[in-house]
């Protein structure tokens, strides 16, 4: 029973225009969003998280939104660069330092 | 600020071996997390700390999984016997805990763990 889909398994994108990740999840007790790029060889890194109570948290070039009554939320990034391109995890946590569930993850790539 | 460490990075063993991976969190983070990445699927949870106490093992297999973290600080996660569908790259992650609700995770490397 997967409780964080991402059914896009990659996304190809030109240099400069907009790359839009997409997650859907089942749990609406769930409070936290996050956003985790991930490069060949090395451990997810945090990029972007948002709360449930807020439906958009922007840093620089990436913003998630979020859309509590779809179960749905997206990260844009604006303008996308080929340093980009990687594999994103969408996760979501419970408050409390709770462990994370992850998607199975998006690949994009950035082309120049 | 230094980040998560993890050894060995990579790990070749025959099934029925036995293996260990060691990771040291971030300075002053009280929450450790263990998580295991099978090839194409998101990281899953296989244990959880805080300091030294277990917090969730729920989804470990402890007929072969173990692990601990003495001291609060270091740990350590053994499997034996290995068994082919352990093949993965095991994660550790760390947190602080105390004075927000909600503290994100920061990765280490990986070990990737392959057994033949």
């Known amino acids: 029973d997967q409780q964080v889909k991402q059914n896009s398994p990659s996304l190809s994108v030109q240099e400069g225009r907009i790359s839009i990740l997409n997650c859907d999840y089942t749990?609406?007790?769930?409070?936290?969003f996050l956003w985790y790029k991930k490069y060949p060889a090395e451990g997810p890194t945090f990029l972007i998280s948002?709360?449930?109570?807020?439906d958009k948290n922007e840093d620089g070039r990436f913003t998630v939104f979020l859309n509590k009554s779809a179960k749905h939320l997206s990260l844009h990034i604006v303008p996308s660069q080929p340093g980009d391109s990687a594999v994103y995890f969408c996760?979501?946590?419970?408050?409390?330092?709770?462990?994370?569930?992850f998607g199975k993850g998006t690949r994009l790539s950035v082309i120049a | 600020e230094a980040g998560v460490a993890q050894s060995p990075r990579y790990k070749i063993i025959e099934k029925r071996q036995s293996v260990a991976f060691w990771c040291n969190p971030i300075?002053?983070?009280?929450?450790l997390y263990w998580y295991q990445q099978i090839l194409g699927q998101g990281p899953k949870l296989l244990i959880q700390?805080?300091?030294?106490?277990?917090?969730?093992d729920s989804q470990l297999p402890k007929d072969r999984f173990s692990a601990e973290r003495l001291k609060g600080v270091d740990s350590t996660l053994k499997i034996q016997p290995a068994k082919l569908e352990d093949s993965a790259v095991y994660l550790c992650?760390?947190?602080?805990?105390?004075?927000?609700?909600?503290?994100?995770?920061?990765f280490g490397p990986g070990t990737r763990l392959t057994v033949t």
């Open positions: 300075s002053g983070h009280a929450t």
């Open positions: 700390f805080q300091n030294n106490g277990v917090v969730d």
């Open positions: 948002i709360s449930s109570i807020k």
């Open positions: 992650a760390s947190s602080l805990t105390s004075g927000r609700p909600f503290y994100e995770q920061y």
């Open positions: 749990n609406s007790m769930f409070d936290y």
């Open positions: 996760a979501a946590s419970f408050s409390g330092n709770t462990p994370l569930v």
